[in-house]
């Protein structure tokens, strides 16, 4: 038998969450949603599916702000709506008139009646309809009386963080020590010494000796004296020779 635990029920965990809700908050939380639903039951359902899309996913900084930005919108559509409603019931200059005709067309299409009274049955699906743009303002508000956000932990800069950092400078190198003379061990006077080899001449070195000597005697001999020209022949008469 495996000791893992299974995944809970979405009905079973919201059960958890508003049973460990503190008293206040679970009453605030109840009445807002009992006036909200008196006017608009819609509103208060997909307002708690908004806040579970945005709390639930990791890019929730993104989607709180694409519904606050919402809500402004939404926030200025209603303005525009109650003062034209405050201009039909003071029947100020033509918008009785085109009150009167959109509701005519409602009837032709659609059920009910336009308008938007919390005593009038008949107007159900109209507010609905009408009061939808204010489901953002709704998420808000729930997400302000009961939190669902997990925020991430988030570190904080201190100014020695953002501080540059020192260069950091190498130890300088120690100076070597000076390297003792290594001590020559003393010869022991109760040894007899090995007589040396003497070196036999090679026969490079004999090459390289006669060379030498050679060399020297050449340079201490006495210069030869210089070969003198031979005397020059007597003429020879041939008119002697033919008598």
Known sequence: MSMTSQPKHPLLKAWQHFAA????TLTL???LILVVGVIDPLIPILA???QFWAAGSWMWQDRWASLTATTKKGGMYLTCLLIYVLLNQTHLWIIPEITANLQTIWHVHLPGVLSLSPLDGQALIARSLLLLPLTPAMALLYERIDPRTHHPLTRILTPADLAEPEPVVP?????????EPESKPEPATNTPRTPKKRKTPTRTTRRAKETKSLQITIENSPEAPEPSEPPPAPEINWNDLAE
Do not use: R
Request: a negative charge.
């Open 29 to 31: 939380l109840l009445l």
């Open 21 to 24: 809700m503190s008293p206040q």
């Open 171 to 179: 130890p300088e190198p120690e100076p070597a020590a000076p390297l």
């Open 48 to 50: 708690y599916g908004l």
